[in-house]
């Protein structure tokens, strides 16, 4: 009789386990997404605040250059008036009234010689300090994109991972369930009853973790996104997603390597800015050295003078106007300076030895950068490689259990054990391929490549 009853348990178990197989996630079943990373970058660079202040300042940036071609343009004043005198005089007991119209217009035009001189220069310091900008614009772009495909590729792993985990604490549950019913019929001990209560146990306290994770992903998400165009979006496989910026990748990784030996200081983004910063400082030094210099001011000024004078018995006789012209050169030595400047030009030395140890430090942590993410990237590929047979076998010994199950040979609890090991290698493959993901786009940020997708270039970044 109980043997009738195990056989009866066990055909009716198989066909629910078949069913419940058949939902679970598989490689296929959550979909081809190469273009929902391209998208989710794309609403990112179009809402997120941080690109919209780099705009900004960058604009900042081109304004201070244009007020330094200003600054040498010499300085004109325009001055003028018109003042009427009215005199009431009595000579001879008689009242007479004296009226005195003057109109005055004066333009003077100065330039300062020596801060035009200076002017030259601040203008060479802006145009590199633009161009610093522009590059800093670029590498916060692009690290930008770098933190979003990494913050919206762990929150798809992670939803990944909860929609098997859902699925296998439905299973758990119905596990358990046929399982007491078992112990009850005499055909199993209480000890396999308490092992599915146990994984229950565990499987909705993972759970609750996962939900967890995912609600503080989508937090993060929304703030650097500024938008929820992601919960839009269909749930990713990492199994069969191919990102954007992976074209080529594996094709070209052989002159990247090759380029980070050779090239790396001349398209690494850190350091083309820190480059940048260095010659701003040699510039602001030069510019310093001119301290000792007098200034030296060229003024022209030009003065009008229109007088006419009315009595009240006579005609009044209009005056010729009056021309004035000035023509000045004017020294100006501040004494204190011979005590000042040396000091100031001492603190520009220092700041130039700054960028170049800044930039120096800069050099070693790129190129220690560049080379640890190769060797992790080689590291990776063998361990996906060893993921993925082992997925494979997971797979295989799902099918297998499953029939050794059907046949009697093995129990219910083995059966799930080996769904759980086919569920931990898929997510185990699953975390490395993300993480493979990240740090390619690491690789080709650290070798200045553009991370961007196709059409979702900033027009502020390349104007002029």
């Not at 993300?434 to 390619?440: Q, R």
């Given at each position: 009789?109980?043997?009738?009853?195990?056989?009866?348990?066990?055909?009716?178990?198989?066909?629910?386990?078949?069913?419940?197989?058949?939902?679970?996630?598989?490689?296929?079943?959550?979909?081809?997404?190469?273009?929902?990373?391209?998208?989710?970058?794309?609403?990112?660079?179009?809402?997120?605040?941080?690109?919209?202040?780099?705009?900004?300042?960058?604009?900042?940036?081109h304004n201070l250059l244009r007020n330094s071609y200003y600054n040498l343009l010499p300085t004109v004043s325009l001055s003028g008036g018109r003042t009427i005198t009215t005199t009431d005089t009595q000579p001879n007991g008689t009242v007479q009234t004296d009226t005195t119209n003057q109109s005055t217009a004066k333009a003077t035009a100065s330039w300062t010689l020596f801060d035009n001189y200076q002017s030259i220069r601040n203008i060479q310091t802006s145009e590199k300090t633009l161009d610093v900008q522009k590059k800093t614009s670029a590498k916060l772009l692009q690290q930008y994109v770098l933190t979003l495909l990494d913050l919206y590729l762990q929150y798809q792993l992670l939803l990944s991972q909860?929609?098997?985990q859902e699925g296998l604490l439905e299973q758990n549950k119905w596990t358990e369930a046929e399982s007491m019913a078992l112990v009850k019929a005499g055909a199993r001990t209480r000890l396999d009853s308490m092992d599915t209560e146990i994984q229950v146990v565990n499987a909705e306290r993972d759970l609750l973790e996962l939900n967890n994770n995912i609600s503080a992903a989508e937090k993060n998400i929304f703030?650097?996104?500024?938008?929820?165009?992601?919960?839009?979006?269909?749930?990713?496989?990492?199994?069969?997603?191919?990102?954007?910026?992976?074209?080529?990748?594996?094709?070209?990784?052989?002159?990247?390597?090759?380029?980070?030996?050779?090239?790396?200081?001349?398209?690494?983004?850190?350091?083309?800015?820190?480059?940048?910063?260095?010659?701003?400082?040699?510039?602001?030094?030069?510019?310093?050295?001119?301290?000792?210099?007098?200034?030296?001011?060229?003024?022209?000024?030009?003065d009008m003078d229109f007088s006419d004078f009315v009595q009240t018995n006579a005609p009044g006789v209009d005056q010729v106007p009056l021309h004035?012209?000035?023509?000045?050169?004017?020294?100006s030595w501040q004494l204190w300076d011979w005590w000042i400047t040396p000091r100031t030009i001492d603190n520009a030395q220092k700041d130039f030895e700054i960028s170049v140890n800044q930039y120096k430090q800069s050099l070693l942590q790129s190129s220690s950068d560049i080379e640890n993410f190769l060797a992790q990237h080689d590291v990776l590929e063998k361990s996906i490689y060893s993921s993925q047979l082992v997925l494979d076998k997971a797979k295989a010994q799902v099918d297998y259990s499953r029939e050794m199950f059907e046949m009697g040979r093995i129990t219910l609890l083995e059966m799930q054990q080996a769904i759980g090991r086919w569920r931990d290698a898929r997510i185990a493959l699953a975390t490395r391929l993300?993480?493979?993901?990240?740090?390619?786009a690491k690789i080709l940020y650290t070798m200045g490549y553009d991370l961007q997708p196709e059409g979702s270039e900033v027009s502020w970044l390349k104007g002029g």
């Open positions: 009789m109980k043997k009738t009853l195990h056989s009866q348990f066990n055909i009716v178990i198989a066909g629910l386990l078949s069913a419940f197989l058949v939902q679970l996630p598989t490689q296929d079943c959550l979909g081809e997404t190469r273009d929902q990373l391209s998208e989710i970058v794309a609403e990112g660079l179009k809402n997120a605040y941080d690109i919209k202040s780099q705009q900004l300042k960058l604009e900042q940036s909860k929609l098997i703030v650097i996104l500024n938008s929820d165009r992601y919960k839009q979006l269909p749930i990713i496989d990492l199994l069969t997603l191919k990102p954007y910026y992976m074209k080529d990748f594996e094709r070209r990784l052989p002159s990247i390597r090759s380029q980070a030996k050779r090239e790396l200081e001349f398209v690494n983004p850190d350091l083309q800015i820190s480059k940048g910063q260095l010659e701003v400082s040699l510039l602001n030094l030069k510019q310093t050295k001119l301290g000792y210099w007098p200034k030296t001011t060229v003024q022209i000024s030009h004035t012209t000035t023509f000045s050169v004017q020294f993300e993480a493979k993901y990240i740090l390619a």
